[in-house]
C-alpha cells in the first residue's frame, strides 16, 4: 500500500514538472520578437542602425531639430519585437532609441535612459508598451521637466503615482482585445492620466499585436491584423510627435 501511494505522488509529481516547463517553455517563446521585416536593421538611405548594449538606436538621416523618441519595451518581451514601429518612426525623421533592459525588466532599468537624455543635446519624448509605458510615466513622475511627451501603448498605467498635475503632451494607445490591460483598467485610471491626454482604442486590437510577438498569456485574440494594428499605432503616434514638434519648431 505504501509502495502503492508512494509510486502516485511519483507519477503526480512528474506529470506536474513536466506540465510546468512545458508552460514555462511555450509563455517564454512568446515574449521573443518574430517575422520581423528582412529590412529591420539594414541600413538605408534614411536611417542608420547602431547597436550597442545598451540599446538600439534607429538614428534618423532626414531629421532636423526634431525631438529624438526613447522607447522602452514591455516586461520581459524582447525588445527587438519593437523595432520595426521604431525604424519606421526613424524613417519619418524622428531618431528612435529603443532601450535595452537588463534581464528584460523595465522595473529595474528604466532610469539607463538618463544617459541619452544628459549625454545629447535636443528635446525627448518617452513612452513604451505595458511595463515599458509604466516606467516611461514614472521616469515623467521624477523628473517633470525633462521630457516633451509621453506616450503609452497596451498599459493600464499610471495606478500608483498621479500625472494628472504634469503639463505634458500624453497620448494612450489601448486596444479593444487586450486581456493584460482591459479598457475597464485603462478608463479606471484615466483620472492620473495628464490634464490633455489623447485617448485613442485600436478597434479589434490586443496586448501583443503592439509588438511583433507570440500571443502572451491570457491575453485576448485579435481580430485584426499584426500589420494593422502596427499601422494605426505608428499613424497614431506620429501625429502625436508631428504636433509636439510643430509646437517646438513652429
Not at 517563446?29 to 548594449?53: A, H
Not at 478597434?203 to 502596427?230: C, R, V
Request: proline share 4%; with cysteine; net charge positive.
Amino acid at each position: 500500500m505504501t509502495i502503492k501511494k508512494w509510486n502516485k505522488r511519483k507519477i503526480f509529481r512528474t506529470v506536474w514538472f513536466v506540465m510546468v516547463t512545458i508552460f514555462f517553455i511555450w509563455n517564454l517563446s512568446t515574449f521573443q520578437s518574430r517575422n520581423l521585416p528582412d529590412n529591420t536593421f539594414s541600413n538605408s538611405n534614411l536611417v542608420s542602425v547602431i547597436e550597442t548594449d545598451d540599446e538600439i538606436k534607429f538614428q534618423s538621416k532626414i531629421s532636423e531639430h526634431k525631438p529624438e523618441i526613447i522607447f522602452f519595451q514591455g516586461g520581459l518581451t524582447d525588445p527587438k519585437a519593437y523595432a520595426p514601429l521604431c525604424r519606421k518612426i526613424a524613417e519619418s525623421g524622428f531618431t528612435c532609441h529603443l532601450i535595452k533592459m537588463d534581464w528584460r525588466l523595465p522595473v529595474n532599468d528604466y532610469k539607463k535612459a538618463l544617459k541619452i537624455v544628459e549625454n545629447q543635446e535636443g528635446n525627448f519624448v518617452i513612452g513604451g508598451h505595458s511595463q515599458g509605458g509604466k516606467m516611461a510615466a514614472q521616469l515623467v513622475y521624477e523628473n517633470p521637466l525633462l521630457f516633451k511627451g509621453l506616450f503609452l501603448m497596451g498599459t493600464s498605467h499610471p495606478r500608483d503615482i498621479d500625472l494628472s498635475t504634469q503639463n505634458i503632451p500624453c497620448i494612450k494607445l489601448y486596444a479593444e482585445k487586450d486581456g493584460l490591460a482591459s479598457i475597464n483598467e485603462v478608463m479606471t485610471n484615466k483620472s492620473k492620466l495628464p490634464m490633455d491626454t489623447k485617448l485613442v482604442m485600436i478597434q479589434g486590437g490586443n496586448h501583443s499585436q503592439f509588438g511583433y510577438l507570440g500571443k502572451l498569456f491570457m491575453d485576448s485574440s485579435a481580430t485584426i491584423s499584426l500589420e494593422k494594428q502596427q499601422d494605426f499605432t505608428y499613424i497614431a503616434l506620429m501625429e502625436f510627435v508631428k504636433d509636439i514638434n510643430n509646437s517646438l519648431f513652429p
